[in-house]
């Protein structure tokens, strides 16, 4: 069974930054794709950026140039650095594969005041 533990989320003003870590075990991690995905008070859950086994990614175009996502197949951990931060990135951030096998962490809450 999939276990993912979310951290580094936090109160930031507009423009700062954040790295958040998801650790992940019950997976065979390295041959998974990673995704990192949000949801805001109201919305549904969407996926941010994900990367693949070799380390291709891609990102939403809400968050093009301004997040980045990496992973460290020794460590199954994966990061999702986050820059120039604004009041829409508020929400509660989630790690998972690509696609999910429907089981969700805890979540990390990120909000940034304007």
């Known amino acids: 069974q999939v276990q993912l533990v979310e951290s580094g989320g936090g109160l930031v003003q507009a423009g700062g930054s954040l790295t958040l870590s998801c650790s992940a075990s019950?997976?065979?991690?390295?041959?998974?794709?990673l995704a990192w995905y949000r949801q805001a008070p109201g919305k549904q859950r969407e996926r941010v950026a994900f990367?693949?086994?070799?380390?291709?990614?891609s990102y939403d175009s809400s968050v093009k140039g301004r997040f980045t996502i990496a992973r460290d197949n020794a460590k199954n951990t994966v990061h999702l650095q986050m820059k120039s931060l604004k009041p829409e990135d508020t929400a509660t951030y989630y790690c998972?594969?690509?696609?999910?096998?429907?089981?969700w962490g805890q979540g990390t809450q990120v909000s940034v005041s304007s």
């Open positions: 998972n594969t690509f696609p999910t096998d429907g089981s």
């Open positions: 990367i693949g086994p070799s380390g291709q990614t």
């Open positions: 019950g997976i065979n991690f390295s041959s998974k794709i």
